[in-house]
């Protein structure tokens, strides 16, 4: 059954609150996730229907069954290795994210171009110039990338991305990126999620 978009985008949150759950129940309710993850109970139950997963009326879902469901729904039943092009802060603070640590998403590599980051550590990777990533990441597959570069190397930094092999990227620069239609690119865009939040924070107010 295919997963609508939406769908695919609001199940990372049912995972992150799942994973925080500290009820004292082993189940959960379509309501109790519904406010956790802040949507409709309605939301949660179609949602989580196209996992196969209808739960049982007066008693809600299992959540390490419902956990596993949504993982294995993402790809995450399986480990991802991940490569950053670009040191600077932002690719510096995402290689060291602590969330990565929790599951099976690992970061292998740190890139850049420039002599003053080259050779510098990162956590406890060594920051190494893009121009050997390709022959760095040759026998690893289905890689993620991440571009934390400037919007004028974005795209150079997504050419060399996709030719060591990566299968999906993530860029936070204000720009589209041109890739194969092999390759599927997220695009996270401050100014637009705080554009999005103001609209979400205006519509709660107004209903108050």
């Known amino acids: 059954m295919d997963v609508p ?12 609150c799942l994973e925080q759950f500290t009820g004292d129940s082993s189940t959960i309710s379509s309501s109790e996730l519904a406010r956790l993850a802040d949507e409709t109970a ?11 997963s209808h739960g049982t009326r007066g008693i809600g879902y299992d959540v390490n069954t419902l956990r596993s469901q949504i993982r ?3 790809g995450l039943d399986q480990s991802r290795d991940i490569v950053i092009v670009g040191a ?3 690719g510096s603070a995402l ?5 990565f640590d ?3 998403l690992r970061v292998v590599g740190i890139y850049d171009i420039s002599p003053a980051v080259i050779g510098t550590r990162v956590g406890d990777m060594t920051v190494r110039h893009v121009d050997v990533m390709q022959s760095d990441l040759a026998s690893r597959r289905c890689l993620l990338g991440i571009v934390a570069v400037p919007t004028g190397s974005a795209q150079d930094a997504a050419d060399r991305l996709v030719a060591a092999g990566v299968c999906g990227i993530l860029s936070f ?15 996270i865009d401050l100014a637009t999620e ?15």
Not at 95 to 99: F, I, L, M, P, S
């Open 95 to 99: 290689a060291t994210y602590e969330g």
């Open 88 to 90: 600077g802060h932002l």
């Open 173 to 187: 620069a204000p720009t589209l990126l041109r890739v194969p239609r092999s390759v599927f690119v997220r695009h």
């Open 102 to 104: 929790e599951g099976d």
């Open 194 to 208: 705080l554009n999005s939040l103001s609209y979400y924070v205006n519509a709660r107010r107004n209903a108050l």
């Open 42 to 52: 309605a939301t949660v139950r179609k949602d989580l229907s196209y996992l196969g």
């Open 72 to 74: 294995g729904k993402l």
């Open 5 to 16: 978009q939406p769908t695919i985008n609001r199940l990372p949150r049912y995972l992150f």
